[in-house]
């Protein structure tokens, strides 16, 4: 007689299912306030409808705040975010840029993704953006 698979692993394949991409973003999705914790700082990005971006970086360790401005543009074949004008805050090992103030040269390209129905801008598992709960679109 054949052994049956306990009844959590049902529970643990259909959880994997739902968790993926789900439906890819549309542009007009994409606005809105994402939030990223590096651990040594927060940074706060809102994407406008027409085309511009806020960035604010908050240093936990000094207080200090720095915002930035510029413009996005969305790929919607490669479901890609390109900002024009970003800070990048951290490396590739997610350690802090010292002049992170001063990396708003040219774009940064992002995967834009949903995880369990939620939008997150980055793919690194690290520190993606996560879509803020409840924020309007324009």
Same mark, same amino acid.
């Given at each position: ?10 529970? !643990?394949? !259909? !959880? $994997?299912? !739902? #968790?993926?991409? %789900?439906?890819?973003? #549309?542009?007009? &999705?994409?606005?809105?306030? *994402?939030?990223?914790?590096?651990? @040594?700082?927060?940074?706060?990005? +809102? ?5 511009? @971006?806020?960035?604010? $970086? ?6 200090? $705040? +720095?915002?930035? #401005? %510029?413009?996005?543009? @969305? ?13 990048? +805050?951290?490396? *590739? ?7 992170f103030d001063k990396t708003g040269q040219g774009?940064?390209?992002m995967a834009v993704e949903r995880w369990f ?9 690290? +520190? ?6 409840? &924020?309007?679109? &324009?």
């Amino acid at each position: 007689m054949a052994s049956r698979p306990p009844i959590w692993w049902l529970g !643990l394949g !259909l !959880l $994997v299912l !739902l #968790s993926g991409c %789900g439906p890819a973003a #549309s542009k007009a &999705e994409l606005n809105g306030t *994402y939030a990223a914790d590096y651990g @040594f700082a927060t940074d706060t990005l +809102v994407i406008k409808g027409d085309g511009r @971006f806020t960035q604010t $970086v908050r240093v936990r360790a000094t207080g200090r $705040v +720095v915002a930035a #401005s %510029g413009t996005w543009s @969305f790929d919607p074949q490669d479901h890609r975010i390109g900002l024009d004008g970003m800070m990048v +805050v951290a490396d *590739y090992a997610n350690q802090p840029v010292p002049d992170f103030d001063k990396t708003g040269q040219g774009i940064t390209s992002m995967a834009v993704e949903r995880w369990f129905g939620r939008l997150q801008i980055g793919s690194d598992p690290g +520190v993606p953006y996560y879509k803020q709960a409840g &924020e309007p679109t &324009e």
